[in-house]
């Protein structure tokens, strides 16, 4: 009996003591595994660090470094400070392809060859120790103990150029719009998926059943889109992400220094005349004169307005027919003096006025125009003739681009019996305008005059014409370069076709070297729409988008959502894409693809496949990093831009025009893988306690700011 007891007691005790061990060891763990992850916050922090080390604390307006994209791929913690002792180092590796690993997951497969190499190099340095510094006062004198909690290491992977699975594509692959929109994005041309899978994909995740899909993680969205028949994809996605972040704003050089806020032209005309000064001190900052800024403020309401009245006649940019030729002939018949009187003749002048107009528009004119005019002629020696008053004279139907033109004036025959002349002189004075019912919507604001030359012993007919260089500038009082003035013998001039009225051709070679225009009639729907627009006097210039003296309005201005903000503040972009990224060909090459390359909103016609939208977007980036959108353009050239052949100014502007609502240069985006091991005892262990988590990280490029987007804690 006391033996079994002593036995029981003794088998008690000794559990007491196995069990309190196990507690012990088992509490020391979870110890160990909080430690670790707490650490892993201390590993993200230092990897935050590194980044605000590496491109600048304060963005841009650092002092020193700042950058507005990141000059490498991926990079990973390294330090030369400690020497792994492990005889294993692919055990370091934070992706080690050689088992299972669920860090792997969350690797874009665009970058996949350049996250491996980083991880692979110079593994063993990849550790930071993380030591807690103890400081004691002994007899005055400072003391700093170190005890080495443990160590962390982080991979980080730059996916700031990739597209946002959650806002890019939409499920129509047919229609694609003017790139207002990231559901513009054609994602159905990207490599990684299947035939239909991105139309497919982009259909299930914005009306799925049972609800809408909104991927979290890289992770999820393989996991989400791989099974059964939703199976979009060839392979890993490899040009996706799952977030973007851009507010707006440009990055000024100028003092002040720092982010400039844009100015909003959204709305009507009635909209954009309530904060006119706000829009033209913006023409102002994106480097036009303040006579320049007026014109393309009272263009830009013409544009957007929904009548055909000029807001300034001396720059007209409305659908309206234009004066652009004036001709008069002069037929003069000569005979023997009717009265008898010697030396005299008899000349009947017979003088014709014609006028051409042009409608350089693509859309059809709305309403009926009419021409009026009045004409004086005066033969020195001769005559002197009335004023002869004309109109109105209807103008008839317009075709786009048309010339059609009218005889205006033809006074009856009167002879005149004069002493004989050497040569006859008929010098016409002409003003014009062409009229909207009352409304004058072109003129000529200095008479046109013109001087014909007739042989005075024979019959002949003599022509003399002017010809418009560029007929937005009628009514110019400045401009008195205009008109070109010729005559002859010939009808050598133009009615009915293109001037000739520059030497070598219809422009100068600082021009658009295009003549065709659009009117919109209605509110912007891409910034590049001001690429329409006259500033100057100077014939066939409009507001340039690309070149090295491009004017940088995709900067200044913005279009928001709401049409009574009057400065970009209250806007956030997503699922834009930003195209300073050298790595991810395909995801800047798809905001191009499928894009109409056409002269105005609607046309049609010419479409850039993707495999010319990839050789575009090589194009850009040769050109390098780019601080502002407008540098897009800055550093391209007219012999960039290869389809379709042969294309004109506009069709170039349309590279701009249909993408402006989809890039951005103010988003930059890391995914962040880290590992914490834990030091028990101060020492680091063979076989440490650890933990890994991916961090998804936004960064401002302008000014530097960071924050975590989200953070995942892994399994392995």
Same mark, same amino acid.
């Given at each position: 009996?006391?033996?079994?007891?002593?036995?029981?007691?003794?088998?008690?005790?000794?559990?007491?003591?196995?069990?309190?061990?196990?507690?012990?060891?088992?509490? #020391?763990?979870?110890?160990?595994?909080?430690?670790?992850?707490?650490?892993?916050?201390?590993?993200?922090?230092?990897?935050?660090?590194?980044?605000?080390?590496?491109?600048?604390?304060?963005?841009?307006?650092?002092?020193?470094? =700042?950058?507005?994209?990141?000059?490498?791929?991926?990079?990973?913690?390294?330090?030369?400070?400690?020497?792994?002792?492990?005889?294993?180092?692919?055990?370091?590796?934070?992706?080690?392809?050689? $088992?299972?690993?669920?860090?792997? %997951?969350?690797?874009?497969?665009?970058?996949?060859?350049?996250?491996?190499?980083?991880?692979?190099?110079?593994?063993?340095?990849?550790?930071?120790?993380?030591?807690?510094?103890?400081?004691?006062?002994?007899?005055?004198?400072?003391?700093?103990?170190? %005890?080495?909690?443990?160590?962390?290491?982080?991979?980080?992977?730059?996916?700031?150029?990739?597209?946002?699975?959650?806002?890019?594509? !939409?499920?129509?692959?047919?229609?694609?719009?003017?790139?207002?929109?990231?559901?513009?994005?054609?994602?159905?041309?990207?490599?990684?998926?299947?035939?239909?899978?991105?139309?497919?994909?982009?259909?299930? &995740?914005?009306?799925?059943?049972?609800?809408?899909?909104?991927?979290?993680?890289?992770?999820?969205?393989?996991?989400?889109?791989?099974?059964?028949?939703?199976?979009?994809?060839?392979?890993?996605?490899?040009?996706?992400?799952?977030?973007?972040?851009?507010?707006?704003?440009?990055?000024?050089? %100028?003092?002040?220094? #720092?982010?400039?806020?844009?100015?909003?032209?959204? =709305?009507?005309?009635?909209?954009?005349?309530?904060?006119?000064?706000?829009?033209?001190?913006?023409?102002? &900052?994106? =480097?036009?004169?303040?006579?320049?800024?007026?014109?393309?403020?009272?263009?830009?309401?013409?544009?957007?307005?929904?009548?055909?009245?000029?807001?300034?006649?001396?720059?007209?940019?409305?659908?309206?027919?234009?004066?652009?030729?004036?001709?008069?002939?002069?037929?003069?018949?000569?005979?023997?003096?009717?009265?008898?009187?010697?030396?005299?003749?008899?000349?009947?002048?017979?003088?014709?006025?014609?006028?051409?107009?042009?409608?350089?528009?693509?859309?059809?004119?709305?309403?009926?125009?009419?021409?009026?005019?009045?004409?004086? +002629?005066?033969?020195?020696?001769?005559?002197?003739?009335?004023?002869?008053?004309?109109?109105?004279?209807?103008?008839?139907?317009?075709?786009? #681009?048309? +010339?059609?033109?009218?005889?205006?004036?033809?006074?009856?025959?009167?002879?005149?019996?004069?002493?004989?002349?050497?040569?006859?002189?008929?010098?016409?004075?002409?003003?014009?305008?062409?009229?909207?019912?009352?409304?004058?919507?072109?003129?000529?604001?200095?008479?046109?005059?013109?001087?014909?030359?007739?042989?005075?012993?024979?019959?002949?007919?003599?022509?003399?014409?002017?010809?418009?260089?560029?007929?937005?500038?009628?009514?110019?009082?400045?401009?008195?370069?205009?008109? !070109?003035?010729?005559?002859?013998?010939?009808?050598?001039?133009?009615?009915?076709?293109?001037?000739?009225?520059?030497?070598?051709?219809?422009?100068?070679?600082?021009?658009?070297?295009?003549?065709?225009?659009?009117?919109?009639?209605?509110?912007?729907?891409?910034?590049?729409?001001?690429?329409?627009?006259?500033?100057?006097?100077?014939?066939?210039?409009?507001?340039?988008?690309?070149?090295?003296?491009?004017?940088?309005?995709?900067?200044? +201005?913005?279009?928001?959502?709401?049409?009574?903000?009057?400065?970009?503040?209250?806007?956030?972009?997503?699922?834009?894409?930003?195209?300073?990224?050298?790595?991810?060909?395909?995801?800047?090459?798809?905001?191009?693809?499928?894009?109409?390359?056409?002269?105005?909103?609607?046309?049609?016609?010419?479409?850039?496949?993707?495999?010319?939208?990839?050789?575009?977007?090589?194009?850009?980036?040769?050109?390098?990093?780019?601080?502002?959108?407008?540098?897009?353009?800055?550093?391209?050239?007219?012999?960039? +831009?290869?389809?379709?052949?042969?294309?004109?100014?506009?069709?170039?502007?349309?590279?701009?025009?249909?993408?402006?609502?989809?890039?951005?240069?103010?988003?930059?985006?890391?995914?962040?893988?880290?590992?914490?091991?834990?030091?028990?005892?101060?020492?680091?262990?063979?076989?440490?306690?650890?933990?890994?988590?991916?961090?998804?990280?936004?960064?401002?490029?302008?000014?530097?700011?960071?924050?975590?987007?989200?953070?995942?804690?892994? $399994?392995?």
């Amino acid at each position: 009996m006391v033996l079994g007891i002593l036995s029981v007691m003794v088998l008690m005790a000794v559990a007491f003591a196995i069990a309190m061990r196990t507690e012990r060891v088992a509490a #020391g763990n979870y110890a160990d595994s909080v430690r670790a992850r707490q650490l892993v916050q201390a590993g993200l922090a230092r990897a935050l660090d590194d980044l605000a080390g590496k491109l600048g604390t304060n963005g841009l307006g650092s002092a020193f470094g =700042g950058t507005n994209y990141p000059p490498w791929d991926v990079t990973n913690s390294y330090t030369i400070n400690y020497t792994n002792t492990s005889t294993n180092a692919n055990v370091l590796k934070l992706l080690a392809l050689n $088992r299972a690993n669920e860090a792997t %997951n969350f690797v874009p497969r665009a970058l996949w060859v350049a996250a491996t190499n980083a991880d692979s190099l110079s593994a063993s340095n990849h550790w930071l120790l993380l030591d807690s510094l103890i400081y004691t006062n002994n007899d005055g004198i400072h003391l700093a103990d170190s %005890n080495c909690m443990g160590r962390v290491k982080y991979l980080i992977v730059n996916c700031s150029g990739l597209l946002d699975a959650n806002f890019a594509g !939409r499920a129509n692959s047919v229609i694609r719009g003017m790139g207002t929109n990231p559901s513009d994005i054609a994602i159905w041309e990207m490599p990684e998926f299947t035939p239909a899978g991105g139309a497919t994909f982009a259909n299930r &995740r914005d009306a799925g059943a049972p609800s809408t899909y909104r991927y979290e993680t890289l992770e999820e969205l393989t996991a989400l889109t791989s099974v059964d028949i939703w199976s979009h994809f060839k392979e890993h996605p490899s040009n996706l992400t799952v977030y973007s972040y851009a507010p707006p704003g440009y990055w000024v050089t %100028n003092p002040p220094v #720092g982010v400039g806020t844009q100015v909003n032209l959204s =709305g009507s005309a009635s909209d954009l005349i309530n904060r006119m000064s706000e829009i033209t001190n913006a023409f102002v &900052r994106a =480097g036009f004169s303040q006579s320049e800024s007026g014109v393309l403020f009272s263009n830009l309401i013409d544009y957007v307005d929904s009548d055909p009245i000029p807001t300034n006649l001396e720059c007209c940019v409305e659908n309206v027919p234009m004066i652009n030729e004036v001709v008069v002939s002069n037929n003069v018949v000569v005979a023997n003096s009717s009265g008898g009187t010697a030396g005299n003749k008899d000349y009947t002048i017979n003088p014709a006025v014609y006028v051409e107009c042009w409608y350089p528009f693509f859309s059809a004119p709305v309403g009926l125009f009419d021409l009026w005019g009045s004409v004086t +002629f005066d033969a020195p020696g001769i005559f002197t003739a009335p004023a002869v008053n004309f109109g109105p004279m209807p103008l008839g139907a317009f075709a786009p #681009g048309g +010339f059609p033109f009218r005889i205006c004036c033809n006074p009856p025959d009167v002879p005149h019996d004069v002493l004989q002349v050497t040569t006859v002189k008929l010098v016409s004075s002409i003003t014009l305008s062409v009229k909207l019912n009352a409304e004058i919507v072109d003129q000529i604001t200095i008479p046109i005059t013109l001087t014909n030359e007739n042989d005075g012993a024979n019959n002949s007919v003599s022509y003399a014409w002017a010809e418009c260089h560029d007929p937005r500038f009628n009514a110019d009082p400045d401009n008195t370069n205009q008109w !070109r003035k010729q005559s002859g013998t010939l009808p050598s001039y133009t009615l009915g076709m293109i001037n000739s009225t520059w030497p070598g051709g219809l422009f100068p070679a600082d021009s658009d070297g295009d003549a065709k225009m659009f009117v919109a009639n209605q509110p912007l729907r891409s910034i590049a729409e001001l690429g329409y627009l006259v500033y100057t006097n100077a014939p066939w210039k409009t507001v340039k988008l690309y070149g090295a003296t491009l004017h940088p309005v995709l900067d200044i +201005f913005g279009l928001s959502t709401n049409t009574s903000d009057i400065l970009m503040t209250n806007m956030v972009y997503r699922g834009r894409v930003n195209c300073s990224s050298n790595y991810a060909l395909d995801a800047t090459a798809v905001v191009f693809a499928d894009m109409p390359v056409d002269q105005y909103p609607g046309e049609g016609g010419n479409v850039l496949l993707m495999p010319a939208a990839q050789a575009f977007a090589e194009k850009i980036f040769s050109k390098g990093i780019f601080t502002n959108l407008s540098d897009v353009g800055r550093n391209l050239n007219s012999a960039d +831009f290869t389809f379709p052949a042969g294309l004109n100014e506009l069709q170039k502007e349309a590279y701009f025009r249909n993408t402006g609502g989809l890039l951005n240069v103010r988003q930059n985006l890391f995914t962040i893988i880290i590992e914490a091991q834990v030091a028990s005892g101060g020492n680091i262990p063979r076989n440490p306690v650890r933990q890994r988590a991916v961090a998804l990280v936004w960064r401002d490029p302008y000014t530097g700011e960071m924050f975590v987007r989200s953070i995942k804690w892994l $399994r392995d």
